[in-house]
């Protein structure tokens, strides 16, 4: 499956953006998705993932109560709606999936990704 993430920009502190990572080349059905990011000088760190069906969601403590993944399988997209934005969200934005049906937060947040997309930037300036 090939991933295209896009949204990204430069927004004020307190504002919002709506990342999409639109799949293509498989069935986007059967795939958990997930989105990381990547700060300047920091290692990449999980953000946001979801089950292959939706029902099942997890988030990193830092954006817990201010961001929410969701999908469209009909649409093959994932989104990221990132409300209240502070500077230390400013990082590169990855999604990911992995062809997998688990739902459990071990499989979501921890297991290795296979695909990736190119990245989108977020900055977000205070």
């Known amino acids: ?23 293509s080349g498989r069935t986007f059905n059967g795939y958990a998705m997930g989105w990381f990011r990547q700060a300047p000088g920091k290692e990449r760190e999980f953000v946001a ?8 969601a997890y988030y990193a403590d830092s954006v ?14 994932v989104y990221l709606q990132m409300n209240s934005l502070k500077p230390e969200d400013t ?3 990855y999604c ?3 062809q997998d049906y ?12 296979d695909h990736w ?6 900055t977000v300036s205070s």
Not at 2 to 23: D, E, N, T, Y
Not at 102 to 113: L, P
């Open 117 to 122: 997309g190119q990245g989108t930037l977020v």
């Open 1 to 23: 499956v090939q991933l295209q993430a896009s949204g990204g920009g430069l927004v004020q502190a307190g504002g919002f953006l709506r990342l999409s990572c639109a799949a």
């Open 102 to 113: 688990c739902s459990g937060y071990g499989c979501i947040v921890y297991d290795e990704y």
């Open 91 to 93: 990082a590169v934005y």
């Open 49 to 56: 993932g979801i089950n292959w069906n939706g029902g099942s």
């Open 64 to 77: 817990k109560g201010r961001f929410t993944i969701s999908r469209d399988n009909a649409k093959n997209t």
């Open 96 to 98: 990911a999936a992995k």
